[in-house]
């Protein structure tokens, strides 16, 4: 798969930052001294994190090289890293604080990369994540039956992704493992766009990116676009004022390590 676009990621930037800002208020850690933001992009959720804890020590860590130059030339003063969160990151110490802002949905394994980001924790540390949930979503619905069908289907034989979504129910297993100590919630956002051209925009600088990947001529990646769009529209409604509501449902959780006995 192609590196990520920062520049196309961004341009939904608001709606896209909200989750963090909704996730960094419900942490309870009054004096944090070491944060890791994993799978930071291009810096957005980083910025967030530093507004509320400015004299915490916080590392944003992104396994996409374009996306740790973006967050590198826009806050010059923060730290940065191009690593895989599936690695091994106990080099890194442990901290106080552990981020994760709509990322975890692209690496192989959850149960076992929450339990490693949880040992990352200090005692009375926080695991405080946010992850979309697209699979009872249009956009995925849909982008998974033109995809499959007889006209589309021969371009992505090579398509291949570690991408899994899922609802709360997988997650607080997942997190009973580790803790008692569960703040669990589903927030469903109605993000106003100006068109349906926008969704799939949208979903071209994350979802769509894989599938976009295998259509290398314009032509061609253009048609797949429109029919795309065109079947949007029988599940994206237009508003009396022109514009569309683009429903998208995120799991938020956070997760606090026991303090030693």
């Avoid at 994190?49 to 010059?76: N, V």
């Avoid at 371009?155 to 709360?168: C, K, T």
């Avoid at 493992?177 to 703040?183: H, P, Q, R």
């Avoid at 994350?206 to 048609?223: K, P």
Wanted: glycine letters at 6%.
């Amino acid at each position: 798969m192609s590196d990520w676009k920062p520049n196309l990621y961004l341009a939904f930037e608001k709606e896209r930052t909200q989750p963090s800002i909704d996730l960094v208020t419900r942490i309870e850690h009054e004096t944090p001294a070491r944060i890791i933001d994993v799978g930071c992009g291009p810096g957005n959720s980083t910025n967030v994190l530093r507004g509320r804890w400015p004299q915490a020590e916080i590392l944003g860590l992104d396994s996409s090289q374009a996306m740790i130059e973006k967050a590198q030339r826009t806050y010059p003063d923060m730290n940065w890293l191009c690593a895989d969160a599936a690695g091994d990151l106990s080099a890194f110490g442990r901290f106080d604080i552990v981020f994760s802002n709509a990322t975890i949905q692209w690496i192989p394994n959850q149960e076992k990369l929450l339990a490693n980001l949880f040992n990352l924790l200090q005692p009375g540390g926080v695991l405080a994540v946010q992850v979309p949930n697209t699979s009872h979503m249009s956009i995925n619905i849909e982008l998974q039956k033109l995809t499959s069908t007889a006209k589309w289907q021969p371009h992505f034989v090579a398509v291949s992704s570690s991408y899994s979504a899922h609802d709360e129910h997988f997650y607080y297993d997942i997190l009973s493992e580790l803790t008692d100590s569960i703040d669990l919630w589903v927030t469903n956002y109605c993000h106003v766009m100006g068109s349906h051209a926008d969704i799939v925009k949208w979903y071209s600088g994350s979802g769509l990116r894989l599938y976009l990947d295998c259509l290398t001529d314009e032509n061609i990646r253009n048609e797949f676009l429109q029919e795309y769009e065109q079947q949007l529209r029988q599940y994206y409604h237009t508003q009396k004022d022109g514009k569309i509501l683009f429903p998208f449902t995120r799991v938020f959780f956070i997760a606090k390590k026991g303090q030693t006995p």
